[in-house]
């Protein structure tokens, strides 16, 4: 393929954030194609983050082909009033001051516009025919993190690890109550995540996640470990922990649909995982039979128990998580997966 220069509406100005960093700009720069944030240059192809002014795009003229990578389960309607107030708040950040789409709409249109758009699961894949007629899978590329190892000589107390976006952080919610039944008082968890965010955009209205946190664990705070974000942090953490957890609020229709990212940067890590049961995680237990989703409270409790009382088990679960990222997600697979986005296009 020849190299070709994208323009690129990002999720974030530096290109840092996952969504950035782990997909377009990934693939771009491995494959030597340039992109630029600055849509006012020349560029041969125009590829939009699910932040872009959607509006604006829905009503200008095309000029070059375009690309809509779509990460997140927006087409997951949460409901009315949190859809209308989701467009009008990217209009008005946009400044767009026209009537609003609802944001759920703004996305159905743009990927019937779009000459192709990408998904990160194929639950999202399914629900995306209906509007888009060239679609494409792909997960993020975790190459920035090592491939680490199982320590199943790990003595003390269990120590469990979180890690992520504050945004999916409401998961943790009911997971105090879960460690304090199985181990009593006798444990901590590693969380490593922002320690501030945004309510609103990723902009407005900034809090910080230990205050949450602390309103999720109460007199159990103290056996929390928050870590801020970054690679060093998460390997760290991550080494000496035990198990890894993935609690999602499933009730939340775009969580639901979250992909298997973090499951398998878990396993990458060398920590075996229980995970609530988000269509994705469901489908790869099946796939990889390693019995790691909890569809209850008590299940969680059980799991929980069963890897850290059972060393052999929990080993067992970690080298057939390894063995699937060699088969299905190295980092060839995915920049071809990449690759064949942009072939049929130019």
């Known amino acids: 393929m020849k190299r070709f220069k994208i323009g690129y509406a990002p999720l974030s100005k530096d290109l840092l954030a996952p969504g950035d960093r782990r997909r377009l700009v990934y693939w771009a720069k491995k494959r030597g194609h340039e992109i630029v944030i600055n849509l006012d240059q020349g560029y041969d192809i125009l590829v939009l983050s699910e932040k872009a002014n959607l509006s ?12 809509f990578d779509l990460v997140d389960g927006y087409l997951e309607r949460e409901n009315f009033q949190k859809d209308w107030l989701r467009g009008i708040a990217r209009n008005l950040d946009n400044h767009e001051f026209s009537l609003p789409l609802s944001f759920t709409k703004q996305v159905i249109e743009i990927c019937g ?3 192709a758009v990408i998904c990160s699961s194929v639950e999202q894949q399914s629900d995306l025919s209906f509007y888009a007629r060239n679609t494409h899978v792909i997960l993020d590329f975790h190459e920035e993190i090592p491939l680490g190892k199982f320590n199943k000589n790990r003595t003390g107390k269990p120590k469990l690890f979180w890690e992520g976006l504050p945004a999916t952080i409401d998961g943790l919610k009911p997971m105090s109550e879960v460690f304090s039944d199985v181990f009593r008082s ?5 969380i490593v995540t ?10 407005y209205f900034e809090r910080e996640t230990r205050s949450k946190l602390n309103g999720y664990f109460k007199e159990n705070f103290k056996n929390l470990s928050l870590n801020s974000w970054d690679l060093k942090n998460l390997v760290s953490a991550s080494a000496s922990s035990t198990i ?6 499933i009730s939340n229709p775009i969580q639901r649909m979250k992909p298997e990212n973090r499951l398998l940067i878990m396993w990458r890590l060398g920590l075996p995982v229980v995970a609530s049961p988000l269509l994705a995680y469901s489908r790869i237990s099946k796939l990889t039979k390693i019995d790691l989703v909890a569809d209850s ?9 069963d890897l850290f009382k059972n060393p052999d088990l929990a080993e067992d679960h970690v080298s ?3 063995l699937y990222l060699d088969e299905f997600h190295s ?4 920049l071809r997966k990449w690759d064949r986005v942009f072939e049929n296009l130019l």
């Open 244 to 249: 890894g957890i993935l609690p999602v609020n």
């Open 186 to 190: 006798d444990w901590e968890l590693n």
């Open 113 to 115: 516009q779009a000459d």
């Open 331 to 334: 980092e060839e697979i995915l």
């Open 297 to 305: 409270i008590d299940e969680w409790g059980t799991k929980l128990l």
């Open 194 to 203: 922002n320690l501030t965010y945004f309510r609103l955009l990723d902009k």
């Open 56 to 67: 604006e795009y829905l009503s200008s003229k095309k000029r070059t082909p375009w690309v």
């Open 320 to 322: 057939r998580g390894q």
